[in-house]
């Protein structure tokens, strides 16, 4: 059926059509959530064990090694990675793509359910979840009055803020950063548990045993029945005080009297400044699937509706990585329209018809409207991915319709009506615009079944792209000649002599291509000197994963020594914070110490910059690179910068079951690294030795006193840091309830005879735990990482954004890294993995893509042979691509490898436009293989040149960085224009030579094989 034809002779459907999808698509845009990346279902599970005050070595023997071995069992895993720190293990298992997530969380449940009975009793149930990309906080706010103080301010937060703000659309969790939490703190004495011989674990159990209340059965009193109740928390702090606590000999205390009961705050494990203030602060993460730009607005104005209700309290936002993801929009969108004007500007230069442009130009927004509702049916958002592809591709759409309307044109000045030029010109370029548009979505679709990571994030990429090129050849079929045959107006009238005479670049150019026809193997040679040198400059273009972009803040990492104070932390955070406010770029610094799992040696420092439009600041780049050198002064601490860009941080992992050749292979490597030229900063996971006060009671005198080491570790638990939270007595309030922790006071627990003193209950009552047992001070791993059931290490390295290629040529160049003892293995790890995943899975769907274009073109043209002229222009396009991004200075990453899958699409249009036209000439005027090529080029030249202009135009927004710059988008752009300028100029004279030369070929093999078939049209046996 003749779609064209069909469309002219009856243009109400196709016009109803289009106007409904465009309806839909406006409809869709608008539904559409703004993101960053896209929302992604990995298969990722984590399992979060906690025992406060365990050692990381204990955690790892007594849980993680049994976690891992049951999460082991099951199928599909990938990997298990666990980090141990003081009091937490957690685990990442990372299962393959193919597998549901929900049954991934499942499995790991039932398996870790298997051995829960060989962990701890006293260990919570480990927590586990699914993993997804909401990941990071979208905003941060700071929260001051001058009417509460810090402990009303954070109840203010968790109760007022906290509660509102959750019931806003798209806020997934409301996290409080800073303040503290109140608690009732009972504080022993020793002295007075000493003289009268009662311990701290006996004072906890019985306030444990009081402090609640329980159910107590039915009554019918009265002829009603009613639920007994027995009431037994304490209402106040007094009532605590005035506990009576039984003796060992019978007698009572009361409780007061021997310990001070302080209605507090719970000891700090974090605490956060702003600008040198410290505040209470408040992080927001979105749910799934919702918006970051519409969540942060219904944030924003939630705040300030509780601004309004509370005036008395100050709430000032501190941070957000919202402006980045507006920005990316803006400038997508911001693109996406001068691309578009700069594609039409392109055609009208070429047609110089308004009439002609404006037929051409619909094809835009009725091709990326559609696209719009598919995107939204699909469940894919307005992100990153799926914003470049609409962008990408704006010049491609408008190529059909270009090459439609050139044809239309060029039949109107034969003397045809605008109807009938529009019915001959659609049959006669239909075949050609079908061929041209299946191949780019032959090249577009593969890299949406990419393996790995980027196949998952690139799914999106691929369909957009694709669904809107099948759009342009909707609208190219269907608008395009019926618009023209209405609004077209018909031509002068021309002689066929004056149609046909050439101008003089036309006829330069066809002196050029019969020279390179009757000089073949010179043309040939010199096009393959031209690959050659692109291969070698290939050599001189370091690689990279993701060039870095300005995110308008700049993050550090910071690590005290193990065993630090908070406030060590503080100072050290501090110093950073002031080096990074001697920046004028810089609007405020947020520092967050420690972490609500009690580690108080981390910190992390997020300053904010002022907003980058048309460069007109520093860069973060540049900041980051000042900020390096002035951070080695701050003593004490490992100092990471970066790390909100991929390729700023590489790692290397090195994994062993030899624990001492692991740590000694480690220092190794370090050592070399850091003695490197113009490396950055190096960071090691190993060799961090945590403080550690040990324990060890002689077996007989302690089994002779009836000591379980179960009751050593209870007793001295519960006497430092008291009970686990779970199983903490509470202060029931009005609003909340309170911990009432037990415990021997902070001030008397730095004394090491305090702890040597501290009583354990035996078969004879209780003995000091200095009559059984030693105690000497030594050092443990701070932190312990395992990857699959193996101890590894890994080691850092700030790439201060020189290229990964080049950084990871000097580190294979160590020899350390290379003489490896055999019981120590190196792993993929981080930006270099993902790196190498990321080119495999291109390559491959540069293969697929290739593979998939050669399928599409023997269905349409019949033939295994004469595809083979079209893919050869692919390798032209590489050359000038790779020549652009060197003479840019660009690397070659995931953006620039983007825009050469882009090039294969575009240059095999090109070429399919030549071949095609050559074989229509042959088949209906009889013409010879030469004559018809050389027809081909004069009739075909026009559109090519057109349709390469428009994608150029199309592209130069994002090539001229207009607007907020993108270290993404520019190499992509550049890559596509460089590529696209070398190849349709050498495949306009290379594809000619191949396409005669292959014909050539079908003869003789015909011949060959005495093929019946007669190939030549009759009385055109001289082929040549």
Same mark, same amino acid.
């Given at each position: 059926?003749?779609?064209?034809?069909?469309?002219?002779?009856?243009?109400?459907?196709?016009?109803?059509?289009?106007?409904?999808?465009?309806?839909?698509?406006?409809?869709?845009?608008?539904?559409?959530?703004?993101?960053?990346?896209?929302?992604?279902?990995?298969?990722?599970?984590?399992?979060?064990?906690?025992?406060?005050?365990?050692?990381?070595?204990?955690?790892?023997?007594?849980?993680?090694?049994?976690?891992? %071995?049951?999460?082991?069992?099951?199928?599909?895993?990938?990997?298990?990675?666990?980090?141990? !720190?003081?009091?937490?293990?957690?685990?990442?298992?990372?299962?393959?793509?193919?597998?549901?997530?929900?049954?991934?969380?499942?499995?790991?449940?039932?398996?870790?359910?298997?051995?829960?009975?060989?962990?701890?009793?006293?260990?919570?149930?480990?927590?586990?979840?699914?993993?997804?990309?909401?990941?990071?906080?979208?905003?941060?706010?700071?929260?001051?009055?001058?009417?509460?103080?810090?402990?009303?301010?954070?109840?203010?937060?968790?109760?007022?803020?906290?509660?509102?703000?959750?019931?806003?659309?798209?806020?997934?969790?409301?996290?409080? /950063?800073?303040?503290?939490?109140?608690?009732?703190?009972?504080?022993?004495?020793?002295?007075?548990?000493?003289?009268?011989?009662?311990?701290?674990?006996?004072?906890?159990?019985?306030?444990?045993?009081?402090?609640?209340?329980?159910?107590?059965?039915?009554?019918?009193?009265?002829?009603?029945?009613?639920?007994?109740?027995?009431?037994?928390?304490?209402?106040?702090?007094?009532?605590?005080?005035?506990?009576?606590?039984?003796?060992?000999?019978?007698?009572?205390?009361?409780?007061?009297?021997?310990?001070?009961?302080?209605?507090?705050?719970?000891?700090?494990?974090?605490?956060?400044?702003?600008?040198?203030?410290?505040?209470?602060?408040?992080?927001?993460?979105?749910?799934?699937?919702?918006?970051?730009?519409?969540?942060?607005?219904?944030?924003?104005?939630?705040?300030?509706?509780?601004?309004?209700? #509370?005036?008395?309290?100050?709430?000032?936002?501190?941070? !957000?990585?919202?402006?980045?993801?507006?920005?990316?929009?803006?400038?997508?969108?911001?693109?996406?329209?001068?691309?578009?004007?700069?594609?039409?500007?392109?055609?009208?230069?070429?047609?110089?018809?308004?009439?002609?442009?404006?037929?051409?130009?619909?094809?835009?927004?009725?091709?990326?409207?559609?696209?719009?509702?598919? *995107?939204?049916?699909?469940?894919?958002?307005?992100?990153?991915? /799926?914003?470049? @592809?609409?962008?990408?591709?704006?010049?491609?759409?408008?190529?059909?319709?270009?090459?439609?309307?050139?044809?239309?044109?060029?039949?109107?000045?034969?003397?045809?009506?605008?109807?009938?030029?529009?019915?001959?010109?659609?049959?006669?370029?239909?075949?050609?615009?079908?061929?041209?548009?299946?191949?780019?979505?032959?090249?577009?679709?593969?890299?949406?079944?990419?393996?790995?990571?980027? @196949?998952?994030?690139?799914?999106?990429?691929?369909?957009?792209?694709?669904?809107?090129?099948?759009?342009?050849?909707?609208?190219?079929?269907?608008?395009?000649?019926?618009?023209?045959?209405?609004?077209?107006?018909?031509?002068?009238?021309?002689?066929?002599?004056?149609?046909?005479?050439?101008?003089?670049?036309?006829?330069?150019?066809?002196? /050029?291509?019969?020279?390179?026809?009757?000089?073949?193997?010179?043309?040939?040679?010199?096009?393959?000197?031209?690959?050659?040198?692109?291969?070698?400059?290939?050599?001189?273009?370091?690689? !990279?994963?993701?060039?870095? %972009?300005?995110?308008?803040? *700049?993050?550090?990492?910071?690590?005290?020594?193990?065993?630090?104070?908070?406030?060590?932390?503080?100072?050290?955070?501090?110093?950073?914070?002031?080096?990074?406010?001697?920046?004028?770029?810089?609007?405020?610094?947020?520092?967050?110490?420690?972490?609500?799992?009690?580690?108080?040696?981390?910190?992390?420092?997020?300053?904010?910059?002022?907003?980058?439009?048309?460069?007109?600041?520093?860069?973060?780049?540049?900041?980051?690179?000042?900020?390096?050198?002035?951070?080695?002064?701050?003593?004490?601490?490992?100092?990471?910068?970066?790390?909100?860009?991929?390729?700023?941080?590489?790692?290397?992992?090195?994994?062993?079951?030899?624990?001492?050749?692991?740590?000694?292979?480690?220092?190794?490597?370090?050592?070399?690294?850091?003695?490197?030229?113009?490396?950055?900063?190096?960071?090691?996971?190993?060799?961090?030795?945590?403080?550690?006060?040990?324990?060890?009671?002689?077996? %007989?005198?302690?089994?002779?006193?009836?000591?379980?080491?179960?009751?050593?570790?209870?007793?001295?638990?519960?006497?430092?840091?008291?009970?686990?939270?779970?199983?903490?007595?509470?202060?029931?309030?009005?609003?909340?309830?309170?911990?009432?922790?037990?415990?021997?006071?902070?001030?008397?627990?730095?004394?090491?005879?305090?702890?040597?003193?501290?009583?354990?209950? @035996?078969?004879?009552?209780?003995?000091?735990?200095?009559?059984?047992?030693?105690?000497?001070?030594?050092?443990?791993?701070?932190?312990?990482?395992?990857?699959?059931?193996?101890?590894?290490?890994?080691?850092?390295?700030?790439?201060?954004?020189?290229?990964?290629?080049?950084?990871?040529?000097?580190?294979?160049?160590?020899?350390?890294?290379?003489?490896?003892?055999?019981?120590?293995?190196?792993?993929?790890?981080?930006?270099?993995?993902?790196?190498?995943?990321?080119?495999?899975?291109?390559?491959?769907?540069?293969?697929?893509?290739?593979?998939?274009? #050669?399928?599409?073109?023997?269905?349409?043209?019949?033939?295994?042979?004469?595809?083979? /002229?079209?893919?050869?222009?692919?390798?032209?396009?590489? @050359?000038?691509?790779?020549?652009?991004?060197?003479?840019?200075? #660009?690397?070659?990453?995931?953006?620039?490898?983007?825009?050469?899958?882009?090039?294969?699409?575009?240059?095999?249009?090109?070429?399919?436009?030549?071949?095609?036209?050559?074989?229509?000439?042959?088949?209906?005027?009889?013409?010879?293989?030469?004559?018809?090529?050389?027809?081909?080029?004069?009739?075909?030249?026009?559109?090519?040149?057109?349709?390469?202009?428009?994608?150029?135009?199309?592209?130069?927004?994002?090539?001229?960085?207009?607007?907020?710059?993108?270290?993404?988008?520019?190499?992509?752009?550049?890559?596509?224009?460089?590529?696209?300028?070398?190849?349709?100029?050498?495949?306009?004279?290379?594809?000619?030579?191949? #396409?005669?030369?292959?014909?050539?070929?079908?003869?003789?093999?015909?011949?060959?094989?005495?093929?019946?078939?007669?190939?030549?049209?009759?009385?055109?046996?001289?082929?040549?």
């Amino acid at each position: 059926m003749n779609f064209s034809a069909w469309a002219i002779n009856r243009p109400i459907p196709p016009i109803l059509l289009f106007m409904l999808m465009c309806l839909a698509g406006l409809v869709c845009f608008k539904q559409l959530p703004i993101q960053h990346l896209p929302d992604t279902d990995f298969p990722i599970v984590k399992v979060v064990a906690s025992l406060p005050g365990a050692s990381p070595s204990t955690l790892e023997n007594e849980v993680t090694r049994r976690l891992e %071995d049951s999460i082991a069992t099951i199928g599909n895993v990938r990997h298990i990675t666990s980090t141990i !720190n003081e009091g937490n293990s957690v685990s990442i298992v990372q299962f393959e793509l193919e597998v549901d997530s929900q049954q991934a969380v499942s499995d790991v449940r039932n398996a870790v359910e298997t051995v829960r009975n060989q962990l701890p009793s006293e260990m919570q149930n480990p927590v586990i979840s699914r993993m997804s990309t909401t990941g990071s906080a979208i905003l941060g706010f700071s929260v001051h009055s001058d009417m509460l103080s810090e402990t009303e301010l954070s109840w203010f937060t968790d109760n007022e803020i906290s509660k509102q703000l959750l019931t806003v659309e798209g806020v997934g969790e409301v996290k409080r /950063t800073g303040g503290n939490e109140r608690e009732i703190r009972i504080e022993l004495s020793p002295i007075k548990l000493a003289a009268l011989d009662i311990t701290a674990a006996d004072v906890s159990n019985q306030l444990k045993s009081l402090l609640k209340d329980a159910p107590g059965g039915e009554s019918e009193i009265g002829g009603m029945r009613q639920s007994i109740r027995t009431i037994a928390a304490a209402g106040n702090r007094d009532d605590i005080a005035a506990i009576t606590i039984t003796l060992s000999d019978g007698k009572a205390v009361r409780l007061d009297s021997i310990a001070a009961i302080k209605d507090t705050f719970a000891e700090r494990n974090q605490l956060a400044l702003v600008n040198g203030k410290e505040s209470v602060t408040f992080e927001i993460k979105r749910a799934r699937g919702a918006s970051e730009l519409e969540t942060a607005a219904r944030v924003r104005d939630n705040i300030a509706i509780i601004q309004k209700k #509370y005036p008395h309290v100050s709430i000032e936002e501190i941070f !957000n990585t919202i402006s980045p993801v507006k920005n990316n929009y803006d400038a997508a969108m911001n693109t996406l329209f001068e691309g578009s004007i700069l594609a039409i500007i392109a055609v009208w230069i070429f047609l110089r018809d308004v009439r002609a442009t404006l037929v051409a130009s619909v094809a835009l927004p009725l091709s990326i409207l559609p696209t719009f509702a598919f *995107i939204y049916f699909l469940d894919f958002q307005l992100n990153s991915i /799926t914003l470049l @592809g609409m962008t990408l591709i704006i010049g491609v759409l408008v190529d059909d319709a270009i090459v439609e309307i050139e044809n239309i044109e060029r039949h109107l000045h034969h003397g045809l009506t605008p109807r009938n030029a529009s019915l001959v010109a659609a049959n006669e370029i239909g075949l050609a615009v079908v061929a041209t548009t299946f191949t780019l979505v032959a090249v577009f679709l593969p890299t949406a079944f990419m393996s790995g990571m980027a @196949g998952v994030f690139f799914k999106q990429f691929g369909w957009t792209a694709s669904i809107a090129v099948l759009f342009s050849l909707l609208v190219a079929r269907l608008i395009t000649p019926m618009m023209a045959a209405q609004i077209m107006r018909a031509k002068p009238t021309q002689k066929h002599t004056q149609l046909d005479s050439p101008g003089k670049v036309m006829s330069t150019y066809l002196k /050029t291509v019969r020279w390179s026809l009757k000089n073949p193997k010179t043309t040939l040679v010199l096009a393959f000197v031209f690959l050659v040198m692109s291969i070698m400059l290939v050599m001189q273009i370091p690689t !990279n994963f993701v060039d870095a %972009d300005d995110q308008d803040q *700049i993050l550090v990492s910071l690590e005290t020594q193990p065993g630090s104070q908070l406030s060590e932390t503080i100072i050290a955070a501090e110093q950073a914070g002031a080096l990074l406010e001697q920046f004028d770029e810089v609007e405020n610094v947020y520092i967050r110490a420690g972490d609500e799992n009690g580690n108080v040696t981390q910190a992390k420092i997020v300053a904010t910059l002022s907003p980058i439009v048309d460069n007109d600041r520093r860069t973060q780049q540049t900041l980051e690179g000042i900020l390096r050198e002035k951070v080695t002064l701050i003593p004490g601490a490992r100092i990471t910068i970066g790390g909100n860009n991929a390729g700023q941080v590489m790692e290397i992992g090195l994994k062993s079951d030899n624990t001492y050749a692991l740590e000694k292979a480690a220092t190794e490597i370090v050592g070399a690294l850091r003695a490197q030229p113009g490396m950055g900063n190096v960071i090691s996971s190993s060799g961090l030795m945590r403080p550690e006060l040990t324990i060890a009671p002689y077996y %007989d005198r302690a089994a002779e006193l009836g000591i379980t080491t179960a009751a050593i570790s209870d007793a001295i638990r519960t006497a430092t840091t008291s009970e686990y939270e779970q199983s903490l007595p509470r202060l029931n309030l009005p609003d909340r309830q309170l911990y009432v922790r037990t415990m021997i006071a902070k001030n008397d627990l730095t004394d090491v005879d305090t702890v040597r003193n501290i009583k354990v209950v @035996g078969n004879s009552g209780a003995v000091p735990l200095g009559s059984f047992a030693t105690m000497s001070f030594e050092g443990g791993p701070a932190q312990i990482d395992r990857l699959d059931r193996t101890r590894t290490i890994t080691i850092k390295i700030d790439t201060m954004n020189q290229p990964l290629g080049e950084i990871t040529q000097l580190i294979e160049s160590i020899p350390e890294l290379k003489n490896l003892p055999s019981s120590v293995e190196r792993v993929s790890a981080g930006d270099a993995e993902q790196q190498q995943e990321l080119f495999a899975g291109f390559g491959m769907a540069i293969l697929a893509g290739v593979l998939c274009v #050669y399928v599409v073109l023997v269905l349409l043209f019949h033939d295994f042979l004469q595809p083979i /002229t079209i893919l050869v222009a692919l390798p032209l396009s590489a @050359g000038g691509a790779f020549l652009a991004l060197y003479i840019c200075g #660009y690397s070659l990453s995931l953006s620039s490898l983007i825009g050469l899958i882009m090039l294969m699409g575009i240059v095999s249009k090109n070429s399919i436009l030549l071949v095609e036209f050559a074989i229509m000439s042959r088949e209906e005027k009889g013409l010879s293989r030469t004559e018809a090529i050389v027809d081909a080029c004069s009739k075909r030249a026009r559109p090519i040149i057109m349709t390469s202009f428009a994608m150029i135009a199309g592209m130069l927004p994002m090539a001229l960085q207009i607007g907020v710059p993108s270290a993404f988008r520019g190499p992509m752009a550049i890559t596509v224009i460089g590529g696209l300028i070398t190849s349709t100029a050498l495949s306009l004279l290379v594809v000619p030579c191949v #396409y005669v030369l292959v014909d050539k070929l079908k003869v003789r093999l015909r011949k060959l094989f005495k093929t019946q078939e007669q190939f030549e049209p009759a009385g055109h046996a001289n082929a040549s």
